[in-house]
């Protein structure tokens, strides 16, 4: 039997119990010294990733764990976040003993249901609005909302940072406190990682296929691998973490944001959604999977090593307040996306490209060899039998650059310019900056890589009559728009791609 119930943020007051105590709890962890106490907001943080600066040097036990781009995705967070609510709730106590007030004893972690309002009627705030108490400077100093305002340890301020100031100015992406929604719905849905039936790929597996939750990585734990993110983990997981930028916009600094504990209590919730989903939906019975073990620290801050099939055991004590609302059931536009590319290459750009804050960024794509395959391609768009797939290499920015941007295949002037829902017959998919940053710890340097296959979009372009001849050019256009005069400012962003390529196997 749960007994506590995560419940929906966005159907929240402003200040409901929930983030009121959410709130004054994580002010209280702030206060504890990071290098001492486990419990301290900055440890926890830390647990996920590390800054630069300190990753060398006077390391703790438990940091820099958080694994992205595999099968331990899902489980890691799981157990991450329970004994996260763990240590708030038993702050709230101690908070509410210390001030004479009541507090509720059963807290559990709201979820951010971003996905809820699939339309939004734009400029008033949708579900992928940040939360009210996410974006007031203040709060209420006590429960019953008497006193002076004070502080709310919630709000990030979302103004321009110099980038030497990254780490030392909390911060969100410019603008993202008033905007009606930090990315559009189709970046936000689960839709299309519902409608997978692998939760990960077979080892092995002949063909490389988007799964529910990664690749299936073996016994390794990377901490951050280009290859075999699932669909869940590309959107709307990274797409988030790429619309709220700044600290949330990097894998080291987003735990420090408040709102991502809220952000991956909802991709937790796609989990139990996903399994009750489809009768042959099931997670994986490996044991490298069920016997992996983690390291995390209780609310008295004791080191302890759970392994998958304990973290899945803790989580029968919550429960979700819905398991429909916002998890997929409205359509959503899907990439074809891939977990790895193959190595033909037919097409191929020039080397390093700037991508534009304001609109769309058109790369050219010119023949890499003579064979007849490529030169049926590029005159007609003929598709070779063996399929074709379109990679992105060397995705990076100096910091997080406020948005996804969305891909199209050699979309006729004028089109692809950002207004449109993703549903045109050209999109292929997302490019997604979190984990690529030069801030980052972890890269090899070559920067995010995501590949899609694009056969039947470009046999469906060619049917329809819709394949112009002559240079095949794809456009890359920021899924969300960036304030313009943050574009024209010296702190402006400065994401860029290295190549695209277009192989077959
Ligand atoms: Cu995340």
Known sequence: MATYTRRDATAMDTWDPVLYWYARAVGEMQKRNPDEDPTSWVYQARIHGVEKSRLTKDTRPGWNQCPHGGWFFLPWHRGYLWYFEKIVRATIQQIATREGHSAPTDWALPYWNYARDPGGILPAFTSRALPAAFREPTMPENPDGSGQPVPNPLYLPDTAVPEEDFWKNPHRGVGKNSAPEVVPYDEASPYCAMLRNLFSLPLGGPVPQPSFGSGHTGSDMPHYERKGPGVLELTPHAMIHDGVAGWMGEVAGSARDPIFWLHHANIDRFWPAWLRRGVDHSNPKDKDWLTKTYTFFDEAGTLLTPTTEEVL????DYNYESLDSGTGE???????????????????????????????TEVPLEAANDSSQTQDFLSSGAVPETGLILTVRGIRSNVPPGTPYRIYLNPPQGQGQGQDRPDDAYFVGWVSFFGSSEGEHHGNGDGNEFSYDITERVRQLQEQGMWSEGPVTVSLVPATSIPSDLATSPHAPQPSIDRVTITTQ
């Open 330 to 360: 409205q359509p959503a536009v899907c990439a074809r996306q891939l977990a790895q590319a193959e190595e033909r290459i037919l097409v191929t750009s020039n080397p390093g490209h700037t991508l534009s804050l304001a609109g769309p």
């Open 313 to 316: 055991a803790n989580a029968g």
